[in-house]
Each structure stands twice: as structure tokens, then as C-alpha cells.
């Protein structure tokens, strides 16, 4: 009967270990940055270079703690994944400048990045 009730209280102490454990991990979610390139007639531009880096930037010959390049897809979004400079947590992600480039045409923003969500911005070059 002893070891009867000392197995029971054990594998109920595991559960309960188990149960608590679980219910404190939430599994983090994306943090998207998409950018919409268009050009002055309004219509999307597939193929623009673009640029995402940190606000503000270091001075003079400072290295840059991240900085993120891709090309527009065919509906002129360039989409970014922030998902390894947020943690879990923390308060906001960041505010960065956005640099696009297309043909010898350049255009410029800024986006702000908010955590475990898409942030949208749209560049004109």
C-alpha cells in the first residue's frame, strides 16, 4: 500500500511539474517588416533592391549591428524577418531606414518594426 501511494505521488508530482512548465512557455510569434515599392505613377516595382538598416546610424566608420537586403517580389513587397533581433519581452523592436533602388531611381523611408506582428511601409522611387 506505501509504495502504492509513493508511485501515486510521484507521478502526480510529474504531471503537476509538467503541467506548470508548459503553461509558462509561449512559443514567439513573427516579427515581419514588408515593404511595398512604387514608382511616381503609383504602380508597384517588381525587382528594387531594398535596404533595411538601424536609426540612427553609427558615425563615420561605425559597423552597423544588423542590416537587411532583398529584392521586391512580383507584387513589389520586400519582406523581412526581424524574428532573430526580437526577443521575447522586450518592448518594441526597432525603427529603421529604409533605402530602395531601382534602374538608377532611389527612394527612401522609415519604418518602425513592432514585435510578433507585420509592420507595412510603402517607398516611392
Known amino acids: 500500500m506505501k509504495n502504492t501511494l509513493k508511485k501515486a505521488g510521484f507521478f502526480g508530482l510529474m504531471i503537476l511539474f509538467v503541467s506548470i512548465t508548459?503553461?509558462?512557455?509561449r512559443k514567439k510569434k513573427d516579427t515581419i517588416a514588408a515593404i511595398t515599392v512604387k514608382n511616381s505613377a503609383g504602380a508597384v516595382v517588381p525587382g528594387a533592391n531594398v535596404r533595411l538598416f538601424p536609426v540612427p546610424t553609427p558615425p563615420g566608420n561605425g559597423t552597423l549591428l544588423w542590416e537587411f537586403e532583398t529584392t521586391t517580389n512580383a507584387s513589389g513587397i520586400?519582406?523581412?524577418?526581424?524574428?532573430?533581433?526580437?526577443?521575447?519581452?522586450?518592448?518594441?523592436?526597432?525603427?529603421?531606414?529604409?533605402?530602395?533602388?531601382?534602374?538608377?531611381?532611389?527612394?527612401?523611408?522609415?519604418?518602425?518594426?513592432?514585435?510578433?506582428?507585420?509592420?507595412v511601409a510603402t517607398v516611392f522611387i
Open 78 to 119: 520586400a519582406t523581412f524577418n526581424f524574428n532573430e533581433v526580437y526577443q521575447l519581452g522586450q518592448a518594441g523592436v526597432v525603427v529603421a531606414n529604409i533605402e530602395a533602388v531601382y534602374a538608377g531611381n532611389t527612394g527612401t523611408g522609415v519604418i518602425k518594426v513592432d514585435q510578433e506582428t507585420t509592420s
Open 22 to 25: 508548459s503553461m509558462g512557455c
